[in-house]
């Protein structure tokens, strides 16, 4: 039953994120929060949403992905991010499983920086970079658990580093093109969060879940599956975050181990 309430609030908190996620306005504001205050509306034809056209995942539903005023679609994105934030909220209950103060504490500090996490992911998918404001936040966070809730040891503490290290290179030697920074400072928060073994499975992962995705893409746009999807190839430049946070998210609620780290 518990699970059952966590997933229910993190789809509430899901719907919060996108609002969040796509108010985010980091080019034209230096990375802040732009119009977060007004009512939600439709972004074609501008009418103000009632509260039966928000209510999380169902709305998308029973609207049939489109807008009641003007029929324009409604993007995947909402029910997609409202269900994934509720499987955070009760999947890293579930890895924890909190007994007392310390662990409960220690299971929202981890929800808070998931939460983070997945407005990085619509951010990275809408303009291919990762707000400063919201990776530094993120980096800030994670180092509590550490400090606070988890006895790491060396290799635990290097971890961060060691990946802000690894994909820092890989973006200084390729000038950028095959990765930016933004993704060797959310590898820091990765590392810190959780630790060498799990951290080191999720880049694994992470580069699994990236190569599958944008082969599976360039696979089903060839064949006409996604009419109106832009243009991929081997070349295109792709979104990495999200692939590093669903790695960062699976490995840790699974307990992965793909390398075998032992502690130092």
């Known amino acids: 039953m518990t ?12 719907s919060f994120l996108n609002v969040v996620g796509l108010r985010w306005d980091l080019p034209r504001l230096g990375g802040v929060l732009s119009n977060f205050g007004g009512r939600s509306s439709c972004p074609n034809c501008g009418k103000t949403l009632g509260f039966f056209e928000l209510v999380p995942i169902i709305s998308f539903f029973i609207l049939r992905a489109r807008c009641k005023g003007c029929s324009a679609k409604i993007s995947w994105q909402y029910p997609i ?10 999947s890293l209950f579930y890895a924890i499983s909190p007994t007392d103060l310390l662990s409960y504490l220690h299971y929202l500090v981890l929800v808070i920086v998931f939460c983070i996490y997945v407005v990085i992911t619509i951010y990275d998918f809408k303009y291919k970079i990762i707000p400063d404001k919201l990776v530094y936040s993120a980096i800030f966070l994670s180092l509590l658990v ?17 990946l802000f290290t690894f994909f820092a290179s890989i973006w200084f030697f390729s000038k950028g093109r095959a990765m930016g920074f933004g993704d060797a400072k959310l590898g ?16 694994m992962l992470s580069f699994w879940i990236g190569a599958i995705a944008s082969l599976t893409f360039i696979f089903l746009n060839k064949l006409g599956f996604l009419k109106g999807a832009k243009s991929l190839t081997i070349k295109s430049e792709v979104p990495f975050a999200p692939a590093i946070i669903l790695g960062a998210w699976t490995a840790y609620i699974f307990h992965l181990n793909i390398l075998n780290v032992t502690s130092l």
């Open 188 to 203: 820091l928060s990765v590392g810190l969060l959780l630790g060498a073994a799990y951290g080191f499975s999720a880049i």
């Open 81 to 90: 991010v409202e269900i994934w934030s509720g499987l955070i909220f009760a």
């Open 3 to 14: 699970w059952v309430i966590l997933f229910v609030f993190g789809i509430i908190v899901g």
């Open 146 to 162: 550490p400090l606070i809730f988890v006895d790491y040891s060396l290799l635990d503490w290097l971890s961060g580093p060691i």
